[in-house]
């Protein structure tokens, strides 16, 4: 079995397991890499900023024409997965944002405001890169 975990997107999901609301148990730290393991398939509320780019990327910029939730298979089963697939088209994330998570994966930083990063502990993760779309990582004020 192979999980296509598809574009990182600027929260660094895969397979919308987005960042944790800062609230309740969560207020002051997110969960632990180890709690966030923990999680099954499940209904989610997407994060503000999936939902904004879903609407930049997939609904012509109405927001108001995307779902608020997915339903989602959760790390439990993406660990069950003998190969965990990452594409990188350039269009969905940003160069800064490309490098950052195959960095923490490649030296093991795992935090579950950055849910890619959790991936540093599966035993077989690809990233495929469309070279067109890497981009630089450069300071630009508009």
């Given at each position: 079995?192979?999980?296509?975990?598809?574009?990182?997107?600027?929260?660094k999901h895969?397979?919308f397991n987005?960042p944790?609301k800062?609230?309740?148990?969560?207020?002051?730290?997110?969960?632990t890499?180890?709690?966030?393991?923990?999680?099954?398939?499940?209904?989610v509320n997407?994060?503000?900023?999936?939902?904004m780019?879903?609407?930049?990327?997939s609904?012509?910029?109405?927001?108001?024409g995307?779902p608020?939730?997915?339903?989602?298979?959760?790390p439990?089963?993406?660990?069950?997965?003998?190969?965990v697939s990452i594409?990188?088209?350039g269009?969905?994330?940003?160069p800064?944002?490309?490098?950052?998570?195959?960095?923490?994966?490649?030296k093991?930083?795992?935090?579950?405001s950055?849910?890619m990063?959790?991936?540093?502990d599966?035993?077989n993760?690809?990233?495929?890169?469309y070279?067109?779309?890497?981009?630089?990582?450069?300071?630009?004020?508009?």
């Amino acid at each position: 079995m192979r999980c296509d975990a598809g574009w990182t997107r600027d929260v660094k999901h895969w397979a919308f397991n987005d960042p944790f609301k800062r609230e309740g148990k969560y207020k002051d730290a997110p969960p632990t890499p180890a709690e966030f393991r923990k999680l099954s398939t499940r209904v989610v509320n997407l994060h503000p900023v999936t939902c904004m780019q879903n609407a930049r990327t997939s609904a012509g910029g109405v927001v108001t024409g995307v779902p608020m939730q997915a339903l989602t298979v959760g790390p439990v089963q993406t660990w069950m997965a003998e190969k965990v697939s990452i594409w990188q088209a350039g269009t969905h994330d940003n160069p800064f944002g490309q490098r950052l998570t195959a960095f923490m994966i490649s030296k093991r930083i795992m935090d579950s405001s950055v849910p890619m990063s959790l991936l540093a502990d599966h035993p077989n993760v690809q990233f495929n890169y469309y070279r067109g779309g890497i981009g630089v990582c450069e300071t630009e004020m508009h």
